[in-house]
């Protein structure tokens, strides 16, 4: 069973940056497209960003021009670096396969204060 651990949420400002891990059992994130998505209090779990196997990348439109996801198969490791964030990018967010499976990680808290 894949197991996914994401981390690297925090607390930051307006216009900060983060850059979230997501690290992967099992030699899954090599073989696979993997996205972020993320949950926003009250909202339903929504997609942000895909990379697919052979690089190329995907955004939502919320996160385009200021997200960057990433990989490192070595350290079977997804990130999403966010620059730039803003309030509204509060939410726990999430790695899963894309599509996504049904089993989800724990997600990482991201808070953007005002």
């Known amino acids: 069973q894949v197991q996914l651990v994401e981390s690297g949420g925090g607390l930051v400002q307006a216009g900060g940056s983060l850059r979230l891990s997501c690290a992967v059992s099992?030699?899954?994130?090599?073989?696979?497209?993997m996205g972020w998505y993320r949950r926003a209090p009250g909202k339903q779990r929504e997609w942000v960003a895909t990379l697919f196997k052979g690089g190329n990348s995907l955004y939502a439109l919320s996160g385009k021009g200021r997200f960057t996801v990433s990989r490192d198969d070595a350290k079977n490791t997804l990130y999403l670096q966010m620059n730039s964030l803003k309030p509204e990018d509060t939410a726990v967010y999430y790695c899963n396969a894309f599509p996504a499976s049904s089993s989800w990680g724990q997600g990482t808290q991201v808070t953007v204060s005002s």
């Open positions: 099992g030699n899954i994130l090599s073989g696979n497209a």
